[in-house]
């Protein structure tokens, strides 16, 4: 918890980027009937029925401090596609950074195998080696300024029926377009200080050496 509370205090540097990830799946629900629209002194009506269209996966980009994100959407969440999108994150949006700061949860496939499954070992080891990985504690994913991004996303865009994949692709690029015009970067607020004092519960007592 530590490490990424301070990987937050560091100022902006462009040659070293600080980049949160997350991910998260989307049901996708196409209708059986079409919709009724608003009409005066009505709301628009859904029938209760729907169809099962199996399910999207987000990968979501954060770098806080410029007031950047990006998602990409995939038909699945399998390490070759872990290792995809990060292979865009160094190559597409920070191809000059000496390395990337990035915070990211401990899903099993968060790891140099998901790389080295996808690609030759001399790609494999050049992406990795432009990564600083932060991994969430357990039960720490609220550490993770991408996942309140993601909170924001399914609030703002994915709250509905959504049908295919198709669909989620083009109304998240518009959610990304729109979020990322504002261009505001996050305050965190809350510091290492903060939790040995808040969260003081959670630190080990420290014991005395023995025969002191």
Same mark, same amino acid.
């Given at each position: ?95 000059? /950074?000496? =390395? &990337?700061?990035?915070? +990211?949860?401990?899903?099993? %496939?968060?790891?140099?195998? $998901?790389?080295?499954?996808?690609? @030759?070992?001399?790609? /494999?080891? =050049? &992406?990795?080696?432009? +990564?600083?990985?932060?991994? %969430?504690?357990?039960?720490? $994913?609220?550490?993770?300024?991408? @996942? ?9 865009? +994915? ?54």
């Amino acid at each position: 918890m530590e490490d990424i509370l301070d990987a937050y205090t560091r100022p902006l540097d462009p040659t070293h980027p600080l980049v949160c990830f997350d991910e998260t799946s989307k049901q996708l629900v196409g209708e059986v009937r079409t919709p009724l629209p608003v009409i005066p002194g009505h709301p628009a009506c859904y029938d209760t029925e729907y169809e099962r269209h199996g399910t999207a996966n987000l990968f979501l980009f954060t770098a806080p401090l410029l007031g950047w994100r990006e998602v990409k959407v995939t038909a699945q969440r399998t390490r070759t596609d872990f290792a995809h999108a990060m292979r865009d994150l160094v190559d597409i949006h920070f191809p000059t /950074a000496e =390395r &990337i700061v990035l915070v +990211l949860d401990n899903l099993n %496939t968060h790891d140099p195998a $998901s790389l080295y499954q996808a690609f @030759e070992p001399a790609e /494999a080891k =050049r &992406i990795w080696d432009k +990564l600083e990985l932060h991994p %969430t504690p357990k039960h720490g $994913s609220w550490l993770n300024i991408a @996942e309140i991004e993601l909170s924001v996303l399914g609030r703002q865009c +994915l709250d509905r029926r959504i049908p295919d994949k198709t669909t989620v692709t083009t109304e998240v690029a518009a959610w990304v377009s729109d979020r990322n015009a504002d261009g505001a970067a996050v305050e965190w607020r809350f510091t290492t200080n903060d939790a040995r004092i808040k969260l003081k519960h959670l630190y080990p007592v420290p014991q005395p050496a023995k025969g002191s």
